[in-house]
């Protein structure tokens, strides 16, 4: 019995059908069709149905996925372990989100890809809530305040942001001076979402009304420099705009509570080395990155303080 049959199994079985676990694994169609018939003629019994919709396991291919993907990993694990020199091999797949992935985390995955030749990574951008476990992604970076989940999560370093609007704005609606005046000023949100802010040593939560909502950060700047109202954003996203004169952060005296970047990944009771591998590795980059530092207003010279680029 072939682990390269049992792990295509898996991947079929977790996809849902042959077509998006070939783009998975990155594999034809053919390839996927015959290691999945080699293993069940090697066990004599049929694993999948096969559908106009895809494929679903039948009764014994659900009780064999179990313990063909406990013996997958276990092979990968012993796999790492004798790697020269703690190298990585196999296919990563990281979900990461359009919104200043491409720009500020992907330099970080690419130095990953550097370090370990052996290591095929496919990493997909989108701002959209990706199902890691549905959609076959080995871990996702993540950014904001974790919703409650199943999924395992590490937090690999701060996000600072602040409550900003135009000079426009302003001059024309004011701007709030206490969380609870936000609700008389339109907000430019991600979707219904609460925004909190810190009163002292408590946390103040609000729920802002808004007519323009986008699932992109980028669009959200852009509708604040355009003075449709005023938003909730991160540091890295305005620092220019802010050093600009575009945006002028507003209710300082009440800032936002930090958010964080995370990797998070499917439950499991040991994560793979190339996912352990990867956190540690945007843990120590983060950490020196400048551009996540926190805008600082204002300075004992009344000055504005913007990451460095």
Same mark, same amino acid.
């Given at each position: 019995?072939?682990?390269?049959?049992?792990?295509?199994?898996?991947?079929?079985?977790?996809?849902?059908?042959?077509?998006?676990?070939?783009?998975?694994?990155?594999?034809?169609?053919?390839?996927?069709?015959?290691?999945?018939?080699?293993?069940?003629?090697?066990?004599?019994?049929?694993?999948?149905?096969? $559908?106009?919709?895809?494929?679903?396991?039948?009764?014994?291919?659900?009780?064999?996925?179990?313990?063909?993907?406990? =013996?997958?990993?276990?092979?990968?694990?012993?796999?790492?372990?004798?790697?020269?020199?703690?190298?990585?091999?196999?296919?990563?797949?990281?979900?990461?989100?359009?919104?200043?992935?491409?720009?500020?985390?992907?330099?970080?995955?690419?130095?990953?890809?550097?370090?370990?030749?052996?290591?095929?990574?496919? $990493? =997909?951008?989108?701002?959209?809530?990706?199902?890691?476990?549905?959609?076959?992604?080995?871990?996702?970076?993540? =950014?904001?305040?974790?919703?409650?989940?199943?999924?395992?999560?590490?937090?690999?370093?701060?996000?600072?942001?602040?409550?900003?609007?135009?000079?426009?704005?302003?001059? $024309?609606?004011?701007?709030?001076?206490?969380?609870?005046?936000?609700?008389?000023?339109?907000?430019?949100?991600?979707?219904?979402?609460?925004?909190?802010?810190?009163?002292?040593?408590?946390? =103040?939560?609000?729920?802002?009304?808004?007519?323009?909502?986008?699932?992109?950060?980028?669009?959200?700047v852009a509708a604040a420099a355009a003075g449709l109202g005023i938003a909730w954003l991160p540091d890295c996203m305005i620092h220019e705009h802010v050093s600009a004169g575009a945006l002028v952060p507003i209710m300082m005296r009440y800032p936002p509570p930090p958010a964080g970047a995370y990797v998070v990944r499917p439950p499991g009771q040991h994560p793979e080395r190339k996912i352990r591998v990867l956190t540690e590795l945007l843990i120590e980059?983060?950490?020196?990155?400048?551009?996540?530092?926190?805008?600082?207003?204002?300075?004992?010279?009344?000055?504005?303080?913007?990451?460095?680029?």
């Amino acid at each position: 019995m072939e682990i390269e049959d049992l792990q295509t199994f898996v991947a079929v079985a977790d996809a849902g059908g042959v077509s998006p676990a070939a783009r998975r694994l990155g594999l034809s169609k053919s390839i996927v069709s015959r290691r999945l018939l080699r293993l069940e003629s090697e066990l004599g019994v049929q694993l999948l149905a096969r $559908t106009t919709r895809g494929a679903a396991l039948t009764e014994a291919g659900a009780t064999f996925r179990e313990h063909a993907a406990r =013996v997958s990993a276990e092979i990968e694990l012993a796999r790492e372990a004798i790697l020269p020199n703690g190298d990585l091999r196999g296919r990563l797949r990281i979900a990461m989100p359009l919104t200043f992935g491409p720009t500020h985390f992907a330099p970080m995955v690419a130095e990953l890809a550097r370090r370990h030749p052996q290591l095929h990574i496919h $990493t =997909v951008y989108s701002d959209r809530f990706v199902d890691l476990i549905a959609e076959g992604f080995d871990c996702a970076i993540r =950014v904001g305040y974790l919703q409650d989940s199943n999924l395992v999560a590490r937090r690999i370093g701060p996000i600072y942001g602040k409550l900003v609007a135009s000079p426009d704005y302003i001059e $024309t609606h004011g701007s709030p001076e206490k969380p609870e005046e936000i609700a008389a000023h339109p907000a430019l949100m991600q979707s219904m979402e609460t925004w909190q802010f810190m009163d002292a040593d408590k946390i =103040v939560t609000i729920q802002p009304q808004g007519r323009f909502k986008a699932d992109s950060a980028t669009a959200l700047v852009a509708a604040a420099a355009a003075g449709l109202g005023i938003a909730w954003l991160p540091d890295c996203m305005i620092h220019e705009h802010v050093s600009a004169g575009a945006l002028v952060p507003i209710m300082m005296r009440y800032p936002p509570p930090p958010a964080g970047a995370y990797v998070v990944r499917p439950p499991g009771q040991h994560p793979e080395r190339k996912i352990r591998v990867l956190t540690e590795l945007l843990i120590e980059m983060l950490e020196h990155d400048p551009r996540f530092a926190e805008i600082r207003l204002p300075n004992t010279n009344g000055e504005v303080f913007v990451p460095a680029m």
